[in-house]
Every structure is written in structure tokens, then in C-alpha cells.
């Protein structure tokens, strides 16, 4: 338990650290910035309790809050994420599967973590830049922000899960 703590707060660490100094200064085409620590909360087991769900995610949110100057709109957004990750991961999963399953490419398969990761990448899209927006003024700025955003930090973090697993 305590080792998998570690594991995992290291994990945060690193994550925090690569967010706020590399990936929060790549904007492509003005509009796509990958959001890669929501990784993290993607990879919370099944039977992971629910208030450390939450717990890990609105710190993350208030650490990444902190250090890319967006105050409370990364903490209120995966505190979200936190509270429906296990509802999401259901979807996905047999009902007889392990209760510590990890959301992975070998244990959900290509396809269906693919899938998992998207629905909540994009999830959590929608939500921070509706916060951070907090207007429908711009609505093709908008859409273009959440689906580009979206879409490079699911290839990143699809490209991390593969290489992390090596």
C-alpha cells in the first residue's frame, strides 16, 4: 500500500512538473494544449475509495491550479473527473472482473481503454474550458480548444501507457 502511495505521488509529481513547465507553452494552431495530468485519475483502480478519488483529484486540480495560474478551474474540473471515473470505468469492464483492477492497455485491451481515456479526456475538456471560457461568445474557439485538446492529450497520454507498460 505504501509503496503503490509513493508510486503514485511520485507519478503526481512528475506529471505536476511536466504540465507547468513543458506542455502548459505548447498551444498548436492557437488552440490545442495537451492536458496530460489527467492521466492520473484515468489510471485510479476499481475498488480505489472514493474520498481518496476525490482527495488525489482536487489536489492535482489545485496543484496544476497553482502553478499554470487557472484558479479553481483545474481543481473544479477533475473534481469532477474524480467523482465519475469509477461510474465511466464500469462501462468497460465485466462485472466478475478484479476489484484492483487498473485501467490499462493489457487489462482493458487496446480498444476499450482507447475508449475509456477519450470519453473522460474529452469529458474533462468540455468541462475545464466551459469554466474557463464561461461564455458561448466564441463558439467555434470554443469547440476547436475542447476537440484539440482532446485529441493531443489522448495521444500523448495513449503514448505514455505504451511506453510506461514496456
Given at each position: 500500500?505504501?509503496?503503490?502511495?509513493?508510486?503514485?505521488?511520485?507519478?503526481?509529481?512528475?506529471?505536476?512538473?511536466?504540465?507547468?513547465?513543458?506542455?502548459?507553452?505548447?498551444?498548436?494552431?492557437?488552440?490545442?494544449?495537451?492536458?496530460?495530468?489527467?492521466?492520473?485519475?484515468?489510471?485510479?483502480?476499481?475498488?480505489?475509495?472514493?474520498?481518496g478519488s476525490?482527495?488525489?483529484?482536487?489536489?492535482?486540480g489545485l496543484?496544476?491550479?497553482?502553478?499554470?495560474?487557472?484558479?479553481?478551474?483545474?481543481?473544479?474540473?477533475?473534481?469532477?473527473?474524480?467523482?465519475?471515473?469509477?461510474?465511466?470505468?464500469?462501462?468497460?469492464?465485466?462485472?466478475?472482473?478484479?476489484?484492483?483492477?487498473?485501467?490499462?492497455?493489457?487489462?482493458?485491451?487496446?480498444?476499450?481503454?482507447t475508449f475509456?481515456?477519450?470519453?473522460?479526456?474529452?469529458?474533462?475538456?468540455?468541462?475545464?474550458?466551459?469554466?474557463?471560457?464561461?461564455?458561448?461568445?466564441?463558439?467555434?474557439?470554443?469547440?476547436?480548444?475542447?476537440?484539440?485538446?482532446?485529441?493531443?492529450?489522448?495521444?500523448?497520454?495513449?503514448?505514455?501507457?505504451?511506453?510506461?507498460?514496456?
Amino acid at each position: 500500500m505504501t509503496i503503490d502511495f509513493f508510486r503514485q505521488l511520485g507519478f503526481f509529481v512528475v506529471l505536476c512538473l511536466a504540465q507547468a513547465f513543458v506542455f502548459n507553452r505548447i498551444h498548436l494552431f492557437g488552440c490545442a494544449t495537451p492536458l496530460i495530468y489527467i492521466y492520473i485519475i484515468i489510471k485510479l483502480q476499481r475498488n480505489y475509495p472514493k474520498w481518496g478519488s476525490l482527495l488525489w483529484s482536487f489536489a492535482l486540480g489545485l496543484t496544476i491550479d497553482i502553478l499554470s495560474n487557472t484558479p479553481g478551474v483545474a481543481a473544479a474540473s477533475l473534481t469532477l473527473i474524480g467523482v465519475v471515473q469509477p461510474y465511466f470505468l464500469e462501462l468497460f469492464i465485466q462485472r466478475d472482473a478484479a476489484d484492483n483492477l487498473t485501467p490499462s492497455l493489457k487489462t482493458l485491451g487496446y480498444g476499450k481503454f482507447t475508449f475509456f481515456a477519450s470519453m473522460l479526456t474529452l469529458f474533462y475538456c468540455l468541462v475545464f474550458f466551459t469554466l474557463e471560457t464561461f461564455s458561448f461568445f466564441n463558439f467555434s474557439q470554443w469547440i476547436a480548444q475542447i476537440l484539440g485538446s482532446a485529441l493531443i492529450s489522448l495521444v500523448i497520454i495513449l503514448t505514455i501507457e505504451s511506453v510506461r507498460k514496456q
